[in-house]
C-alpha cells in the first residue's frame, strides 16, 4: 500500500461512518493560532477530532534555539494519537481548509512514528468537501481510546549540524517549500531573517497542486520533482520550509509519485536562522 494516499470528498463520505475510522480536522492559521479549534467548534465532517498545529502536532518553542515549530516529543504524541482513538490498523483520513499543508504535517509524524499504512489526505481538503455539495456537523465526538503504540524514525530528521555538515556535497538535493519571494529574500513575514538555505532551491509546495486546489496528476508531480533532482539520489533529498510544515507537503507530494520519504529538516529556516554561523543565500 502506498505511504502517500489521497481521499475525494464523495469517498469520504460514502465511509466516514465506518467503524474504525479516525478522522482529524488539522486547520489552523498563522495569523490567528485560535482559528482551527474556532472553526472546528462552528462545524466539522462529521466524527472528526480536532488536531491543533501547535498544542498538538509542534512541541515548545525554545527562543533562540529551535524554529517556530519544533516536533513534538514522542511520547506526547502518541498520547494524543491514542486519545483521538488510532490503533496501529486504523484507517486515518486528515484534512485542512484545502492546501493541505497541515494535514501533510500530521500525515508525516504519524510516518516518523511509524504509522505509514492507511493514512489519506482529503484531496482540496474542506474547500472541495463544501464544492461537493456535503455538509458539516456539530456534534461533539466520543472517542474510544486507541492503543496506537510506534517509535520516531531517525533516519527522516536532519539536524542543522548535520545539514551544515551536508551543504555543498554534490549528492544533496535541498527543496525550500517557501514561496518565491521568501526563498530569494525579497520578502519575510514571518522571521527575522529573510532568505534561505545555501544551495537550495525553491520548491513552492503550492506548485504540487493544480487550479482547483486539488494534488497534480501522478505524472506532472513526477515532471516537477525530476527536475529538481536531476541526476542526483532522491535518498538524498531533504526537505525544509519556514517551520517545518509545509516540508511535509513537498514529502508527501514526492510519495504520491512515487519517490521514497525523504528526510525532513524539522527546525527549518526559523531554525537555522538562530545560529550566525550558518550560511545565508539571498536571491536564486
Same mark, same amino acid.
Given at each position: 500500500?502506498?505511504?502517500?494516499?489521497?481521499?475525494?470528498?464523495?469517498? =469520504?463520505?460514502?465511509?466516514?461512518?465506518? &467503524?474504525?475510522?479516525?478522522?482529524?480536522?488539522?486547520?489552523?492559521?498563522?495569523?490567528?493560532?485560535?482559528?482551527?479549534?474556532?472553526?472546528?467548534?462552528?462545524? *466539522?465532517? @462529521?466524527?472528526?477530532?480536532?488536531?491543533? =498545529?501547535?498544542?498538538?502536532?509542534?512541541?515548545?518553542?525554545?527562543?533562540?534555539?529551535?524554529?517556530?515549530?519544533?516536533?513534538?516529543?514522542?511520547?506526547?504524541?502518541?498520547?494524543?494519537?491514542?486519545?483521538?482513538?488510532?490503533?496501529?490498523?486504523?484507517?486515518?483520513?486528515?484534512? !485542512?481548509?484545502? &492546501?493541505?499543508?497541515?494535514?501533510?504535517?500530521?500525515?508525516?509524524?504519524?510516518?516518523?512514528?511509524?504509522?505509514?499504512?492507511?493514512?489519506?489526505?482529503?484531496?482540496?481538503?474542506?474547500?472541495?468537501? $463544501?464544492?461537493?455539495?456535503? &455538509?458539516?456537523?456539530?456534534?461533539?465526538?466520543?472517542?474510544?481510546?486507541?492503543?496506537?503504540?510506534?517509535?520516531? !524514525?531517525?533516519?527522516?530528521?536532519?539536524?542543522?549540524?548535520?545539514?551544515?555538515?551536508?551543504?555543498?556535497?554534490?549528492?544533496?538535493?535541498?527543496?525550500?517549500?517557501?514561496?518565491?519571494?521568501?526563498?530569494?529574500?525579497?520578502?519575510?513575514?514571518?522571521?527575522?531573517?529573510?532568505? *534561505?538555505?545555501?544551495?537550495?532551491?525553491? @520548491?513552492?509546495?503550492?506548485?504540487?497542486?493544480?487550479?482547483?486546489?486539488?494534488?497534480?496528476?501522478?505524472?506532472?508531480?513526477?515532471?516537477?520533482?525530476?527536475?529538481?533532482?536531476?541526476?542526483?539520489? &532522491?535518498?538524498?533529498?531533504?526537505?525544509?520550509?519556514?517551520?517545518?510544515?509545509?516540508?511535509? *507537503?513537498?514529502?508527501?507530494?514526492?510519495?504520491?509519485?512515487?519517490?521514497?520519504?525523504?528526510?525532513?529538516?524539522?527546525?527549518?529556516?526559523?531554525?537555522?536562522?538562530? !545560529?550566525?554561523? $550558518?550560511?545565508?543565500?539571498?536571491?536564486?
Amino acid at each position: 500500500m502506498p505511504i502517500a494516499q489521497l481521499i475525494s470528498p464523495q469517498a =469520504l463520505d460514502l465511509k466516514k461512518d465506518q &467503524p474504525g475510522l479516525v478522522i482529524l480536522d488539522c486547520r489552523f492559521a498563522l495569523e490567528d493560532p485560535d482559528y482551527g479549534q474556532r472553526s472546528y467548534a462552528e462545524g *466539522h465532517i @462529521a466524527g472528526a477530532r480536532f488536531a491543533d =498545529l501547535e498544542r498538538d502536532l509542534s512541541g515548545p518553542v525554545v527562543k533562540g534555539v529551535t524554529g517556530r515549530h519544533p516536533l513534538p516529543k514522542p511520547e506526547e504524541l502518541i498520547e494524543r494519537l491514542q486519545a483521538w482513538g488510532i490503533n496501529a490498523d486504523s484507517e486515518v483520513v486528515l484534512y !485542512d481548509d484545502g &492546501p493541505g499543508a497541515f494535514a501533510a504535517r500530521a500525515w508525516w509524524l504519524l510516518a516518523w512514528l511509524g504509522k505509514r499504512e492507511g493514512v489519506f489526505i482529503l484531496d482540496g481538503g474542506l474547500k472541495a468537501w $463544501h464544492a461537493a455539495g456535503l &455538509p458539516l456537523s456539530l456534534d461533539a465526538c466520543d472517542t474510544l481510546r486507541g492503543t496506537f503504540t510506534g517509535a520516531p !524514525d531517525s533516519a527522516l530528521v536532519l539536524g542543522a549540524e548535520q545539514l551544515q555538515q551536508r551543504l555543498g556535497q554534490p549528492a544533496l538535493t535541498l527543496l525550500d517549500a517557501r514561496a518565491l519571494p521568501r526563498f530569494k529574500g525579497e520578502v519575510e513575514p514571518i522571521d527575522p531573517i529573510a532568505g *534561505h538555505i545555501p544551495g537550495a532551491q525553491c @520548491a513552492a509546495f503550492t506548485d504540487n497542486l493544480g487550479s482547483d486546489g486539488r494534488f497534480l496528476p501522478v505524472d506532472q508531480l513526477k515532471l516537477r520533482f525530476a527536475a529538481k533532482l536531476g541526476s542526483r539520489s &532522491p535518498s538524498d533529498l531533504v526537505a525544509y520550509c519556514g517551520s517545518g510544515v509545509t516540508a511535509c *507537503h513537498n514529502l508527501f507530494a514526492l510519495c504520491l509519485a512515487g519517490y521514497p520519504l525523504a528526510s525532513l529538516y524539522a527546525g527549518s529556516w526559523s531554525e537555522w536562522i538562530n !545560529d550566525p554561523a $550558518h550560511g545565508i543565500a539571498i536571491g536564486e
